[in-house]
């Protein structure tokens, strides 16, 4: 698999927590202007890892949702960074692993507040 943009596997899996959304409301979550994210999602769309639909109580807006393939891409997307987290890992000593090990709470719950 390619890799992503990280523009684009951010905002594929920012999709596949919320679940749908408007695009209006994806920018705000990625910290990004919405002309910005517009262009992400098109790109997205002719990929088919995203659909675009009318929202069904505001025509005028769009609800964008993760397709399967999105899911899909959003897994492999994880993989690789996995992959590449664990050849960083396997260089350093064991006991420097178990401090990292030992603060993930702490890394989780910060991450958690950016939610």
């Known amino acids: ?10 905002a594929l899996a920012t999709l596949d927590r919320l679940g749908s959304t408007t695009p209006t409301q994806l920018a705000v979550q990625e910290g990004v202007r919405k ?14 890892l995203v659909r675009r639909a009318t929202d069904p109580t505001d025509a005028r807006q769009n609800i964008v949702r993760i397709t399967p ?12 960074v996995d ?6 890992l ?17 890394l989780r719950a910060l991450a958690d507040k950016t939610y």
Do not use: C, F, K, N
Request: aromatic share 6%; net charge positive; glycine share 4%.
């Open 35 to 48: 002309p910005s994210i517009t262009r992400v999602l098109a790109i997205l769309e002719q990929q088919g």
């Open 83 to 88: 992959q590449w987290y664990r050849s960083l």
């Open 1 to 10: 698999m390619r890799p992503l943009p990280y523009s684009h596997s951010s």
């Open 90 to 106: 396997a260089q350093i000593e064991p006991e420097d692993v178990q401090t990292l090990r030992e603060s993930l709470p702490a």
């Open 69 to 80: 393939a999105g899911r899909r891409a959003v897994t492999e997307s994880r993989q690789l």
